[in-house]
């Protein structure tokens, strides 16, 4: 959890700092601009890269969101897997760990989400007459 709240706290300090920096490219301060790469940039080209580079960290964002939430999923089925070094002989239960951990970074997203299949209860709702929607409970 630690990773995803600095994940979303310095995601917030980024956009803010993209923020000002629009703000200072409208408000026309040449002392602040030099030596960066908006000195010499037109008005009209920084405005579309501004509104660009937001929503470029938007979606870094939620892809570094993602990855640190399948990073947590897969660590915790790993730890699941630890059950398996008490076969015995020890050799064996060592060996097959030693496999189903390393295969585990290679498991599709979805393949580790339909382990949870179990969990989700879908219901159907009737939309029309001839259309059907499922809500997941």
């Given amino acids: 959890m630690q990773e995803i709240d600095s994940i979303y706290t310095f995601y917030l300090f980024i956009k803010d700092a993209i923020r000002v ?8 301060l ?13 008005y009209d080209e ?20 993602f990855a640190a939430f399948e990073r947590s999923l897969r660590n915790n089925l790993s730890d699941k897997l ?5 076969i015995c002989p020890k050799n064996l239960g060592n060996g097959i760990y030693n496999l189903t951990n390393a295969e ?3 498991w599709r997203i979805e393949e580790i989400f ?7 209860v ?16």
Avoid at 21 to 28: E, L, N, P, S, Y
Avoid at 82 to 86: A, E, G, Y
Avoid at 115 to 120: E, H, I, N, S, T
């Fill in 21 to 28: 920096t629009g703000r200072i490219f409208d408000r026309q």
């Fill in 30 to 42: 040449p002392g602040i601009q030099k030596r960066t790469m908006f000195e010499s940039m037109p």
């Fill in 46 to 65: 920084f405005t579309k890269s501004h509104a660009i580079a937001l929503s470029e960290l938007d979606n870094l964002v939620v892809l570094s969101l």
């Fill in 82 to 86: 630890d059950v398996l070094k008490t």
């Fill in 104 to 106: 585990i970074e290679r």
């Fill in 114 to 120: 339909s382990l949870f299949d179990f969990m989700v």
């Fill in 122 to 137: 879908t219901v159907p709702i009737i939309v029309s007459s001839d259309a059907v929607a499922w809500i997941v409970l």
